[in-house]
């Protein structure tokens, strides 16, 4: 028996054993090609601003704890737990937002839903850390002054 094709592994198998096939849908239908490559490519170009480096480098890691946290908060139905995760994981990626203000190169504008959850969540969780572990960040912060 072939199992259903789930493009987005253990995620797309948990969201759709909770009857959840709408949002692997909408994502796989909206996510830009390549997003992976596209966003390390482009990521010098749209963080050269010192501060809003300081700020990615913390906000970054909080978002990425804030959404460990909402997940356990969630799974274990400590609705308190999510709710606090819910509001740091908003207001980190919210900081962020301050942070790309401060860039002479403005953000790209998202296309649609999907193209802004699966480009929001490739930076938090792929792309910004491996702009930091390839040296690009020391690169970048030192570039900026």
């Known amino acids: ?3 259903p094709y789930r493009p987005f ?3 797309g198998a948990f969201l759709g054993a909770c009857g959840g096939e709408v949002l692997p ?3 796989s239908s909206s996510m830009r090609p390549h997003l992976l490559r596209w966003q390390h490519e482009g990521y010098p ?3 050269r601003d010192r501060t809003n480096l300081l700020i990615h480098i913390v906000a970054v890691p909080g978002f990425v704890l804030c ?4 997940i356990h908060g969630t799974c274990a139905l400590h609705w308190a737990q999510a709710a606090a995760a819910l ?3 908003l207001f980190s990626f919210a900081l962020q937002g301050v942070g790309h ?5 403005p953000s790209i504008p998202f296309a649609n839903a999907g193209d802004a959850i699966t480009r929001i969540f490739a930076e938090q969780l792929i792309t ?3 702009f930091v572990l390839s040296g690009g960040f020391m690169n970048a912060l030192k570039s900026a002054g």
């Open 128 to 130: 910004f850390p491996r």
């Open 67 to 70: 959404l460990a946290a909402l």
């Open 101 to 105: 203000k401060r860039e002479p190169t």
């Open 45 to 47: 170009q749209f963080h």
């Open 87 to 89: 509001v740091g994981l």
């Open 25 to 27: 849908q909408v994502l």
């Open 1 to 3: 028996m072939a199992l």
């Open 9 to 11: 592994g253990q995620i």
